[in-house]
């Protein structure tokens, strides 16, 4: 074997950290070495309140103990089973439970692991859809700015978040972006959907118009874009895009990978803004972030089609753990926590309590902007001249020195906590973020 002189069992170095400054990182560790409820315990003993749900999947709380029994028992019973032409139990039952909480004719589920594998297969569903339709010229997949859809070559080019993909060029031909309805100016400080920017999803008409609609397979765009800083839809945003993608024979995707259950107030986003999408995807919180997950739900005239065609085979697609057997059992699992513990209408409950805490942060220094939604909030601040992110990034190490867990995502600091909260831990969180703004002006 090879002396690699730095590799050590204890070293830090062969991890190669995604997302993460690693040099600041490795400088200055900060782990987590377990869980339980609505905190982490660092390595050093101490207890960090989960302000960011880990990373937006555990909205169940940690560990909890019917979801890992389920996991352990899975894993004595069943460790593995194919789902390329054999099946097991829990993968028709979860996907039957998922068929019926999700809205409308989206009664067809197909298994990933992770939300950006569910995005390219949304992505792959659509072409492969209007091929089998006789449309073969669509293939233009329209996102949006300032959207994430993981990190698949599709998700990334579709996605609309410029230092995502920078580094790698060109990854798609035949892509095109809608404008985010962010607009600080007419929107800030607004409670729930902002009044301003409905009218931009008329923008569909012109890149139709730009490209021919026999060209354009697919419009993909989060109910609420998370991961750019929570960026909420205007009221009629989204019921307008559903209306020109009806007109001119377009699907329509949502990628739910967040919004998905309850984080909002409701099963899926689509429920919440009484919008039908053809397309969900999900992932995260569908095991509550116990075991790598996602799905995309399928509507039925979508999967008739792929039915109709010649016997064999009928969508060339797939994954080694498509339908993982610890996986489906930690999704069971998790939706019975959901049901029994009746966390989306927790969620919904507290909403209000959020929101007002949320909003108790305007005015102090360098908040330029609040948002919320659901139990999810963004604390919108000044960029320090010439260093962006630097400031949340301060606010961030602020938080883990007193206690608590944030979501940094540029100039914008982003709280969704598990849907277990308490309001005394929604006031100690806004407490300790608080006490972070001003420490860190």
Request: glycine share 10%.
């Amino acid at each position: 074997m090879p002396d690699k002189g730095h590799t050590n069992v204890n070293s830090l170095e062969p991890y190669w950290m995604p997302f993460t400054n690693n040099r600041q990182f490795k400088s200055a560790p900060r782990m987590v070495v377990s869980a339980k409820d609505m905190h982490y315990v660092t390595d050093d003993g101490r207890k960090l309140l989960d302000g960011a749900s880990g990373m937006w999947c555990v909205n169940a709380g940690h560990c909890r103990d019917r979801i890992v029994e389920a996991i352990q028992q899975e894993a004595a019973t069943l460790d593995y089973a194919p789902s390329f032409q054999w099946g097991h139990p829990k993968a028709f039952e979860l996907s039957s439970r998922l068929a019926a909480l999700l809205p409308g004719n989206l009664d067809h589920v197909f298994f990933g692991n992770s939300g950006s594998e569910a995005v390219d297969t949304a992505l792959k569903i659509a072409l492969a859809y209007h091929r089998q339709n006789g449309e073969a010229t669509r293939t233009r997949l329209i996102g949006r700015e300032r959207g994430y859809h993981g990190v698949g070559i599709g998700g990334t080019a579709v996605g609309g978040i410029s230092s995502n993909r920078k580094q790698f060029g060109t990854l798609m031909a035949g892509i095109d972006h809608l404008p985010h309805t962010f607009n600080l100016a007419e929107n800030a400080y607004s409670r729930g959907q902002p009044a301003w920017g409905a009218h931009l999803a008329d923008d569909l008409e012109r890149l139709v118009a730009l490209h021919d609609a026999s060209t354009i397979a697919a419009v993909i765009v989060e109910p609420v874009a998370g991961s750019t800083g929570v960026l909420i839809p205007p009221p009629g945003y989204l019921n307008r895009l559903r209306e020109i993608c009806d007109r001119h024979g377009i699907l329509l995707i949502f990628d739910e990978v967040i919004t998905g259950f309850g984080r909002i107030g409701g099963a899926f986003a689509a429920d919440y803004f009484g919008v039908q999408p053809d397309m969900i995807t999900m992932a995260k919180g569908l095991t509550n972030g116990t075991v790598p997950m996602s799905a995309v739900g399928v509507s039925s005239s979508i999967y008739d089609t792929f039915m109709a065609g010649p016997a064999g085979i009928e969508l060339f697609h797939g994954y080694t753990y498509s339908g993982h057997p610890l996986a489906c059992a930690a999704g069971l699992a998790t939706l019975d926590v959901y049901e029994e513990d009746g966390l989306f209408e927790r969620a919904k409950s507290l909403a209000p309590k959020w929101e007002d805490a949320i909003h108790s942060l305007k005015g102090l220094p360098h908040v330029i902007d609040l948002r919320n939604i659901g139990l999810v909030g963004a604390v919108e601040l000044e960029p320090r001249d010439g260093a962006p992110g630097a400031r949340t990034f301060d606010v961030l190490m602020a938080c883990y020195e007193n206690g608590m867990m944030v979501r940094q995502t540029g100039d914008t600091i982003a709280l969704c906590p598990p849907l277990i909260i308490s309001e005394s831990q929604i006031d100690e969180m806004i407490t300790i973020l608080g006490d972070a703004i001003r420490a860190t002006a």
